[in-house]
């Protein structure tokens, strides 16, 4: 009914990002370009996983019938995404905190003049 | 050298796009052999309702140690670079 | 923070907190696990960053490494316990005894006494994820000194 439009709203969050990366020069900004990033692959991934008309892969009070006449969406997919957004914080915490450190070697946050303060 | 810039963002755009629109339809998945054995077998094998769970901590649990450790070092990463002002 | 922050973040920091270890307890029977309910939990700790400033938690650091330490350690001794037939084989489940309940086929009320291995590292990741998360909100909250408390 929907069509693609999961993956397309997926590719258009990775494309958001890679704007983002492109068109910006403050370093938190770019930290929110690789977040939209990473959300973008995450919803592609947890959408990969989806089957058509299926309930969550959960025993406790699901609907009379699954597996067998409701099908249950894939637990892999989900799994791996729960993996990939616990690793997704721990990569953002890491990049903010080099750019609280990059701010206060520099006092700026700009690349440009990042860049030109060399040594 | 910005119209460049465009241009190639435009030219990646319609690729993701491609991609997206011709993939599988959704919510149809191919190669489902795995995901169903997870489904049919995870209450008998690990006596687990919730199946995520039980593919996140038994099936693969050699994912979520990985994950454990990559959060270990981040925490690790964040700890040495902050030591100096956060005492 | 203002008044009416901290009173907001002492009316909240429970039910947050209670609410993350429910979410943490219930990971093998309900969506949830422990990622979620230990990120739910770091953010009640986060919580009380913003309100109450970060130097009130300052002491708290070594406690969040040891809880941490004893997280990690746990996960993988509980991933050792199954060796006898591979690493991260689910030894209690379906035992009888400490979480070893067999559940029906099929769609069921659940039961919290199933799951064998699973709430045990649901537990253990959640300490893990939580004192990873809180730590990190700690010392990024420590860099800012007192004057924005």
């Given at each position: 009914m929907i069509g693609n439009l999961p993956f397309v709203a997926a590719m258009v969050l990775v494309v958001l990002g890679?704007?983002?990366?492109?068109?910006?020069?403050?370093?938190?900004?770019?930290?929110?370009?690789?977040?939209?990033?990473?959300?973008?692959?995450?919803?592609?991934?947890?959408?990969?996983?989806?089957?058509?008309?299926?309930?969550?892969?959960?025993?406790t009070y699901a609907p009379e019938g699954t597996p067998?006449?409701?099908?249950?969406?894939?637990?892999?997919?989900?799994?791996?995404?729960?993996t990939s957004i616990v690793i997704g914080v721990a990569t953002t915490a890491l990049l903010l905190t080099l750019a609280v450190l990059i701010h206060r070697h520099r006092g700026t946050l700009d690349v440009r003049k990042i860049r030109e303060l060399r040594g | 050298m910005r119209w460049l810039r465009i241009a190639a963002l435009l030219v990646v755009f319609g690729f993701l796009l491609g991609a997206a629109v011709w993939m599988r339809p959704f919510g149809e998945p191919l190669a489902t052999g795995m995901d169903d054995h997870f489904?049919?077998?995870?209450?008998?094998?690990?006596?687990?309702?919730?199946?995520?769970?039980?593919?996140?901590?038994?099936?693969?649990?050699?994912?979520?140690?990985?994950?454990?450790?990559?959060?270990?070092?981040a925490v690790l990463g964040v700890a040495l670079v902050l030591r100096r002002w956060a005492r | 923070m203002s008044v009416v922050v901290r009173t907001v973040a002492r009316l909240l920091l429970a039910p947050v907190a209670i609410f993350g270890a429910y979410v943490v307890m219930h990971g093998h029977l309900t969506p949830g696990g422990g990622f979620q309910g230990g990120a739910v939990i770091a953010s009640a700790i986060a919580l009380v960053v913003v309100a109450f400033g970060a130097q009130r938690l300052r002491k708290q650091k070594k406690t969040l490494s040891v809880l941490e330490d004893v997280g990690a350690t746990a996960f993988a001794v509980l991933a050792f316990l199954g060796i006898g037939v591979t690493f991260f084989y689910?030894?209690?489940?379906?035992?009888?005894?400490?979480?070893?309940?067999?559940?029906?086929?099929?769609?069921?009320?659940g039961a919290l006494n199933t799951g064998g291995l699973l709430p045990l590292m649901n537990w253990a990741v959640g300490l893990k994820v939580l004192a990873g998360l809180g730590s990190m909100v700690l010392l990024l909250g420590l860099l800012g000194g007192d004057d924005d408390r």
């Open positions: 890679l704007w983002t990366l492109m068109t910006r020069r403050n370093l938190i900004k770019l930290v929110v370009g690789i977040v939209l990033i990473e959300n973008g692959v995450n919803l592609l991934l947890v959408s990969l996983g989806y089957v058509r008309g299926g309930v969550a892969p959960i025993y067998v006449d409701i099908p249950m969406v894939m637990p892999t997919p989900q799994a791996l995404t729960l | 489904i049919e077998r995870s209450q008998e094998e690990v006596s687990a309702n919730n199946t995520v769970t039980a593919v996140l901590f038994d099936y693969r649990g050699f994912d979520t140690l990985g994950e454990a450790t990559v959060l270990f070092c | 689910n030894a209690l489940a379906g035992t009888g005894g400490l979480f070893g309940q067999t559940v029906p086929i099929g769609p069921n009320p």
